[in-house]
């Protein structure tokens, strides 16, 4: 997926048509919209991808409640215990059986005195001493726990984690019901469309996620467009449906045809092209009023990636889970899409801490871009050796961050939203830097599979449209 000189050729006579003809791509301007903060640390949550926070185009109402959601019970916690846990525990490890995969209530103190799921042999205190110290799955992930609540749990833990049955600490929690202002009625527009999980035989019954075998289970549930014509995305939502089983999800867009309501083992398509996901903590998205995400048309199909994760193997898990989106056929002055960056030249050897993979896409080739580019949102991706992320723009011989996660978690990956949209320039250079660490015996390089590598930056921007899709992976190794 390199870029090869060929494809910056081609760069370069497809820019050379359109800086002839005339790009209607806009002037690159910034946008109004208000874009609520994309950075979400989820604690307890496992393999999370993208999440997708709301943004307020001008009269299209407030952006969705991003907070505080009320009513988990915290009986027996000492107050300055339950304060600790529910800023970093209960989003997933609510009452009263977890939710997202997390796999038990961490409400109360009963909750952390059984045998812990994935270690029978420690109650779950135990577990957690070592989690929240664990430099290659840390908990909670993708979020740094502040030394001062580590030291409250670890002081609590090396007492056994006793419970304060007299304790009186208020209504403090915000486990629970996590609903707040997002899915598909929280959005300032009806849905037309939507993308859910189902049981693949034309009955259109729930998926249902198997007990046994389903700790770490993909599954990809495959559509026909239902699209008459090209439409654009004004708006979308996750729908949640068996919360106590769903990891994330990932619509992709292919031109491969795919079966109509099919589910079964995923086998991405190679043209496979990233239109939306969700992860535990996500919000719904309102596109700026004059932006439209590409959703494609009738040519194309559709594949809908869902993680589950049923460790506490549950036997009634029947799930409808998905996406919902408002569209329009009526273009909006910009459209956007993914530009991806970032790099497949890979190579962490056995047993290395901190080994670096660098991709850049060069001042050359953006030297050729008619018009800036703005970019809403990062998706920065990486696999299990992960450990941070970096994006940077160089310009005029300035730094200037793109996306920057100091502590990168393959078990919660959110999408960082730029308010204002970030200003890609003609002449502009990026660097994506992916750092790893891999204590395992044998090397690891680039590939599709999770015990493979990846250091990619999905960027959402506009104007697409000056990009065919063919060519809208700008990188260098």
């Known amino acids: ?89 209960l989003l997933c ?11 038990m209530s961490l409400a109360s103190a009963a909750d952390w005195q059984v045998p812990a799921i994935t270690a029978p042999t420690n109650k779950v205190y135990e577990l957690a001493a070592q989690r929240i110290d664990d430099p290659v799955s840390p908990m909670p992930q993708n979020m740094v726990m502040s030394d001062a609540d580590k030291a409250t749990l670890h002081a609590w833990f090396d007492a056994g984690a006793p419970a304060d049955e007299g304790a009186d600490c208020g209504d403090t929690t915000t486990g629970g019901d996590t609903d707040g202002g997002v899915g598909p009625d929280a959005l300032p527009c009806e849905p037309t469309h939507t993308f859910v999980a189902g049981a693949g035989d034309g009955s259109g019954d729930a998926f249902h996620v198997p007990e046994n075998g389903a700790d770490n289970l993909y599954m990809c549930f495959t559509f026909a467009s239902p699209f008459g014509t090209e439409v654009q995305g004004t708006a979308w939502a996750p729908i949640t449906d068996d919360e106590r089983v769903l990891h994330h999800w990932i619509l992709f867009r292919t031109q491969e045809p795919q079966v109509d309501g099919g589910a079964g083992p995923c086998n991405m398509p190679s043209d496979a092209v990233f239109v939306s996901g969700w992860a535990p903590g996500g919000q719904n998205f309102v596109m700026p009023d004059d932006v439209g995400l590409e959703l494609g048309g009738p040519d194309n199909y559709y594949i809908l990636q869902v993680h589950y994760h049923n460790v506490a193997h549950h036997a009634d898990a029947l799930d409808r889970s998905g996406v919902a989106f408002c569209t329009t056929e009526t273009p909006r002055a910009h459209t956007a899409g993914v530009l991806t960056f970032g790099t497949t030249s890979i190579d962490v050897p056995a047993g290395a801490t901190g080994a670096t993979a660098t991709g850049h896409c060069p001042s050359s080739i953006t030297s050729l871009l008619p018009v800036d580019l703005n970019v809403l949102a990062s998706f920065p991706h990486m696999h ?17 961050t793109l996306v920057d996660v100091p502590a990168f978690s393959f078990d919660n990956q959110v999408s960082y939203i730029h308010d204002p949209p970030f200003v890609l320039k003609a002449g502009d250079s990026i660097t994506t830097t992916c750092t790893y660490d ?38 260098t190794d």
């Open 1 to 89: 997926m390199a870029m090869t000189s060929m494809r910056r050729a081609v760069w370069g006579l497809w820019f050379g048509l359109l800086a002839a003809c005339g790009s209607t791509g806009g002037s690159g301007g910034e946008s109004t919209s208000e874009v609520a903060d994309g950075t979400c640390g989820i604690a307890g949550c496992d393999d999370s991808v993208t999440t997708t926070v709301a943004t307020t185009g001008s009269g299209e109402g407030g952006s969705a409640d991003s907070g505080s959601t009320g009513g988990a019970a915290t009986s027996g916690l000492p107050c300055d215990v339950a304060d600790v846990v529910e800023r970093n525990c």
């Open 93 to 103: 490890h609510a009452p009263p059986d977890g939710l997202f995969g997390a796999p």
């Open 384 to 400: 299990g050796l992960g450990r941070q992320f970096d994006t940077t723009v160089t310009r005029a011989g300035q730094d200037l």
């Open 438 to 475: 891999n204590p395992g015996g044998t090397p690891v390089h680039f590939g599709e599979r999770t015990e493979d590598e990846m250091c990619f930056n999905f960027a959402l921007m506009w104007p697409i449209e000056i990009l065919p899709p063919q060519y809208r992976i700008c990188m």
